[in-house]
């Protein structure tokens, strides 16, 4: 432990002491997360909604207008706007239920457009009735997509929009699913962890390999189990300096609330080590294959922004074709952002989401371990 406490010391001075390192390493993160919060925590002008609907019984007319919606592109949508028709065997009293459990487990946001009995028949009558739409006061995606399938069934009915026989009553729902301050945060500390840690430890083991490791920093020969070890514990430092003055900001200037209690920070905390040393040890596995250090950090730094895209950590998933989305669900990066949305923002501790990517990154862990190259290097 000695050994591996000197190198970490020595390497901790040298960022402190590196402008440079000091404004990739430190600023850029806290830059980049102004950046998103300004751009992405607002509601965005072009909207996505997934709107559930209720009716009593069966429509032709609503079918109908489903269908339609359904020939412009897959799973039943109209641009940004997916309608999804509640099973017949939902009751009235349990549709919200069905909904808020169903959209908690796809990761939708829960908007529900309740239709009253006899809605139809009073509808080719053009007698007023009033449809109940539940939804949070923070998405108006869900209300846009109301007027939306609105237009469409007075369309289909033959009805005009003026004079409308419709009317939308609000029934707020309590939101669910963090603010998009708190989501954007958390993305971006996992944004951070995958980059800045995996590109921190690939520049660090190449800076090594090519000055020939200088030796007054050795007090005995390093071994390269102490070598990994030492290069992961200073990245998930680093990565946690960096998180602490994220969530720092986000509490402070923006009000985020998404750490409520300690084992949200154990949650948190245990997320980005494990994102740390995933991307990390795919970097040396990448920088061994290559066999080229000098060029290492410039060759895993792609992959790094591809996992970054495909984990829905940078653009929302819901922006993605369905074959992005279904490859992003094997990736340890996405399961771990989506195992923390459940527990931070839902409540629901998905087990299995954090020891699948728990395991992958142990797995990589020890296939460095076995194709790193590493001299011992001697006094």
């Given at each position: ?203 660090q083991y190449a800076y090594l390999t090519t000055s020939g490791m200088k030796k007054k ?163």
């Amino acid at each position: 432990m000695k050994r591996i406490w000197i190198i970490f010391r020595a390497s901790i001075l040298t960022i402190t002491r590196d402008p440079m390192a000091l404004l990739f390493g430190v600023v850029f993160p806290v830059v980049l997360f102004f950046f998103f919060v300004n751009i992405f925590a607002s509601p965005p002008s072009s909207f996505s909604a997934d709107l559930y609907i209720y009716t009593p019984a069966s429509s032709q007319l609503l079918q109908q207008v489903i269908d339609e919606a359904g020939k412009t592109s897959e799973a039943g949508k109209e641009g940004h706007v997916w309608l999804h028709l509640l099973p017949p065997e939902v009751q009235a009293e349990s549709a919200l239920d069905f909904v808020q459990r169903d959209a908690l487990a796809k990761r939708r946001t829960p908007a529900l457009f309740h239709l009253p009995e006899q809605w139809e028949a009073q509808l080719e009558r053009g007698e007023p009735f009033t449809v109940s739409l539940y939804a949070q006061a923070n998405d108006p995606g869900a209300y846009q997509a109301a007027s939306i399938l609105t237009a469409e069934l007075l369309r289909a009915a033959g009805k005009l929009p003026t004079g409308s026989p419709i009317a939308i009553e609000a029934q707020p729902i309590t939101p669910s699913g963090g603010s998009g301050v708190d989501r954007t945060t958390l993305n971006i500390l996992l944004l951070t962890a995958l980059i800045t840690g995996g590109t921190q430890v690939v520049a660090q083991y190449a800076y090594l390999t090519t000055s020939g490791m200088k030796k007054k920093l050795l007090a005995s020969p390093l071994q390269k189990h102490e070598l990994l070890i030492e290069l992961l514990a200073e990245a998930i430092v680093l990565i946690y300096v960096i998180s602490f003055l994220l969530v720092l900001i986000s509490t402070i200037y923006y009000r985020g609330t998404f750490l409520q209690s300690p084992l949200d920070v154990l949650l948190l905390a245990g997320s980005l080590a494990i994102v740390t040393i995933f991307s990390a040890s795919l970097g040396l596995v990448l920088t061994a294959l290559i066999k080229e250090p000098d060029y290492a950090v410039s060759a895993v730094l792609p992959i790094y922004l591809a996992l970054m895209f495909l984990s829905g950590l940078a653009i929302p998933m819901i922006f993605f074709p369905d074959l992005l989305r279904q490859i992003a669900e094997f990736l340890p990066t996405r399961q771990i952002a989506l195992a923390l949305e459940n527990s931070l923002f839902y409540g629901q501790h998905d087990l299995r989401l954090y020891g699948l990517s728990s395991l992958a990154a142990a797995g990589m862990f020890v296939l460095v371990w076995l194709v790193l190259p590493w001299r011992v290097i001697r006094r």
